[in-house]
């Protein structure tokens, strides 16, 4: 029985920040049905590492395949089909979370040519529209 590709497929897998080196040529594979997460202090290279895998930081050397996929070459299909969850978010506290979705701007519309309130406009529950 053939099995199929690992989801994460990791091999001499290094990162370096100019003269620092945040991954040291780590191995690992993750098959399908598997957990995993990365354990170690502060600095060891977990954030690093994920991303890598996460395809939002490209990695230094090393071999890396993301769903039978390469990083370097499909990191928007990878990224597509991946669910991240940050450690924290980076809303802002004082926003409700309907007004911190304003920064986004609406579908189809220019951010540079829309005003902030054509933003909110579609935003707002009608209890808060301004009336004319």
């Keep these: 029985m053939q099995t199929p590709d690992p989801l994460v497929e990791a091999a001499g897998l290094v990162k370096r920040f100019d003269a620092f080196t945040a991954v040291a040529g780590i191995d690992v594979t993750v098959h399908r049905g598997e957990a995993f997460g990365f354990l ?3 600095g060891a290279g977990k954030s690093s590492t994920m991303g890598m895998i996460g395809c939002v930081s490209p990695a230094s050397e090393g071999h890396l395949r993301v ?15 991946l669910g991240v969850v940050p ?6 506290t004082e926003l409700w979370r309907w007004a911190s979705s304003a920064f986004a701007s609406p579908a189809g519309a220019s951010a540079a040519s829309s005003s902030p309130e054509a933003m909110l406009a579609g935003l707002l529950p009608n209890a808060y529209r301004r009336r004319p």
């Design 40 to 42: 170690g202090p502060n």
């Design 67 to 81: 769903l039978g996929l390469d990083p370097a070459t499909h990191g928007p299909q990878i990224r597509a089909r």
């Design 87 to 92: 450690q924290q978010d980076n809303l802002d």
